[in-house]
């Protein structure tokens, strides 16, 4: 058994990821996109990933990683498991794997369950994300999950490949490489990385690019 610790504002979230998730169940797109039989987003239901945007060595081109509209059609894909509405407390996109989203319960709204999905479609989850209170000895309530979730579709996902490439060239990294990108109500943040050093974009709601640091 291993042990993810998050803060979420008020909120530190314990994840204890046990063995009874629910297996992966792959969820096809009606969205399929054609791509180059050699291109491994020919397998994805989600659509291409950007191959221009440098990636870490020995990763695939990863549409949920470069692609917003792919991202969009992996939330359709995750809300049939998980029910409506679809509110998350962050969200996570790490080359050479999946989209890592944490998602508020709309059934039992104090509860939050990590779901990945894959770029060739399949989902795994539920994994309960065990939470408790920074500060307090009291049971977390559904309003304490409310003030932290956050309708992901709002984010504007359709600037996310041009914030990708905005990032890595004001990173000015030499072989600077996409590596993930991590979204919460508290931070949006795209990670790059070189062979000598590392480097992020702090960036706005809008995924416009506020600073870079190091």
Not at 1 to 11: C, K, V, W
Not at 35 to 64: C, E, M, R, W, Y
Not at 77 to 100: I, N
Not at 136 to 145: E, M, N, P
Request: hydrophobic share 35%; charged share 20%; net charge negative.
């Amino acid at each position: 058994m291993r042990h993810l610790t998050i803060t979420l504002g008020a909120l530190a979230l314990a994840s204890a990821l046990v063995a009874c998730t629910g297996g992966a169940q792959r969820e096809p797109s009606s969205a399929d996109a054609a791509a180059p039989a050699d291109s491994p987003a020919a397998s994805s239901p989600f659509g291409k990933g950007d191959s221009t945007l440098p990636i870490p060595d020995g990763d695939q081109v990863n549409p949920l990683l470069t692609n917003g509209q792919a991202v969009l059609l992996a939330f359709d894909a995750l809300e049939k498991r998980t029910g409506k509405p679809l509110r998350v407390t962050s969200l996570t996109s790490v080359s050479g794997t999946g989209l890592t989203i944490h998602v508020q319960e709309p059934t039992h709204r104090e509860n939050v369950d990590e779901w990945t999905v894959m770029p060739n479609g399949d989902i795994s989850g539920p994994i309960p994300v065990h939470i408790t209170l920074i500060g307090s000895t009291g049971r977390v309530t559904a309003s304490d999950i409310d003030k932290e979730a956050f309708d992901p579709r709002k984010i504007p996902f359709a600037r996310l490949n041009k914030a990708e490439h905005e990032a890595l060239a004001k990173a000015k990294l030499q072989d600077g490489r996409l590596s993930e990108w991590t979204f919460d109500l508290q931070s949006y943040m795209i990670s790059m990385e070189s062979t000598r050093e590392k480097a992020y974009a702090d960036v706005s709601p809008d995924l416009k690019i506020e600073r870079i640091g190091y």
